[in-house]
């Protein structure tokens, strides 16, 4: 048996480098070719890397939120043969080895092979008055279903012992610990039969991977462009009973309509009219691009953060078109198969708040974009409409612009542009 030492490869033209967003394999697992072992997020997209091999994991290297070197080695297994560790670098230094074998400090070619990991036995029931043994300061590993069912029984997870990767608890551990009698002591059930406990729990959730990227893209945004922004409320009375006549009549296939394809529509005229607002400023080389062609991304909400996927010349497509390519881009990234082409190029940003309405909002520029046009839920309101009062469907925009290149006029033109042919719809397609 021998050492494989598997090595970060290229992930992407001039990536030198990439940030592990997750190992989802520990020291001792058995891994076959092409099971996925490591996540890695670039500059450009999240990568997920497989196996290169057969074998039995004997060390890895960075945990989440270390950056590693394309290149680098980044894993080591022990595999049937004679492996490669022969022809690596000796002196790569893996790390996050289990804690049972910190002592070892002996290279990686001299350690014994390990063998597969067996099947882990039963884990007793600790005892409820005496937390399980961890490294000083290391919380209870779990996931967030296990710590709302150790709440909902009053079971104080660091008491709990843990059979996954690491010490992680998972619902089978914390049964194990209840079937054992060390479920805490259920209070006396108060009028009602509601029982009220008091929770004195954190949890400390580390900022990497892509929240770390928006954390960082949020604050080089706000902090070196001065925003103004901008709110008007739009009748979209006319709109709803042309968005609803188009759904009625769709043809076959084509993509139901909400209110962002028609937005995008608007925004392609008003964009041709404003060109100062679809550009992009690199401030560095005190330089602002216009661009003829309008790339809008879409701020799109997934279960791993905001991407922003675009969509590209929508100068060229119907409202059809625009409608169906939104979807499929959106869907890509909610997915985690959007491409690096899917995610990039956009010259002027769409950001919905969705069924989550509200009155308005400030959204943050999409740095190096210079404008951005938040969206609002549509609501039927009364108005004074023709000196009458009655119920009309108002929707809210709101916006804001990087005042160094874009005037407070401009900004509001646009905005004022997209409101008339929102309001009179016909007049998008003319």
Wanted: proline share 7%.
């Amino acid at each position: 048996m021998g050492k494989f030492e598997f090595k970060l490869p290229d992930i992407g033209e001039g990536v030198v480098e990439g940030e592990v967003v997750e190992w989802m394999v520990a020291v001792g697992d058995t891994v076959k070719e092409d099971d996925p072992i490591l996540s890695v997020m670039t500059d450009k997209a999240t990568v997920e890397i497989p196996a290169p091999c057969d074998g039995v994991v004997a060390s890895i290297v960075g945990e989440a939120g270390d950056i590693l070197p394309v290149g680098g080695v980044c894993i080591v297994f022990d595999v049937d043969g004679e492996g490669n560790a022969s022809e690596a670098s000796e002196t790569s230094e893996p790390v996050a080895e289990k804690p049972e074998a910190a002592e070892e400090k002996a290279p990686v070619e001299e350690k014994a092979a390990a063998p597969p990991a067996p099947e882990l036995p039963p884990v007793a029931a600790q005892p409820a008055t005496a937390p399980v043994a961890r490294a000083a300061g290391t919380k209870a590993l779990a996931s967030p279903a296990v710590r709302q069912r150790a709440r909902a029984a009053n079971i104080d997870l660091q008491l709990v012992a843990g059979s996954g990767p690491a010490g992680r608890i998972s619902h089978a551990d914390l049964d194990r610990h209840i079937a054992g009698g060390a479920a805490a002591a259920t209070p006396s059930m108060p009028i009602g039969g509601v029982a009220k406990v008091a929770r004195n729990g954190t949890e400390d959730i580390k900022v990497i991977g892509l929240r770390r990227k928006i954390a960082d893209g949020m604050m080089s945004s706000y902090s070196t462009i001065p925003h103004f922004s901008y709110f008007e409320e739009v009748d979209v009375t006319e709109l709803e009973a042309l968005r609803q006549h188009l759904n009625a009549t769709r043809p076959e296939g084509a993509p139901k309509l909400t209110y962002l394809p028609f937005i995008m529509q608007a925004l392609v005229k008003a964009l041709a009219q404003r060109p100062e607002c679809n550009a992009v400023y690199d401030d560095e080389a005190g330089v602002v691009t216009r661009h003829e062609a309008i790339n809008l991304g879409i701020a799109t909400q997934t279960d791993r953060g905001l991407y922003v996927p675009v969509v590209k010349h929508v100068e060229a497509m119907d409202i059809w078109q625009a409608a169906a390519e939104m979807g499929r881009v959106t869907q890509a990234t909610r997915d985690g198969k959007a491409g690096v082409d899917d995610l990039t190029g956009s010259t002027f940003t769409i950001t919905s708040l969705g069924r989550l309405g509200g009155l308005g909002a400030t959204p943050i520029i999409n740095k190096p974009e210079v404008g951005i046009l938040g969206v609002h839920n549509a609501k039927d309101r009364a108005v004074v409409h023709n000196g009458h009062v009655v119920v009309r469907r108002i929707m809210n925009l709101s916006s804001s612009w990087d005042h160094r290149v874009v005037d407070g006029h401009d900004g509001a033109s646009l905005v004022q542009l997209v409101k008339s042919y929102l309001e009179h719809p016909a007049t998008i397609f003319m």
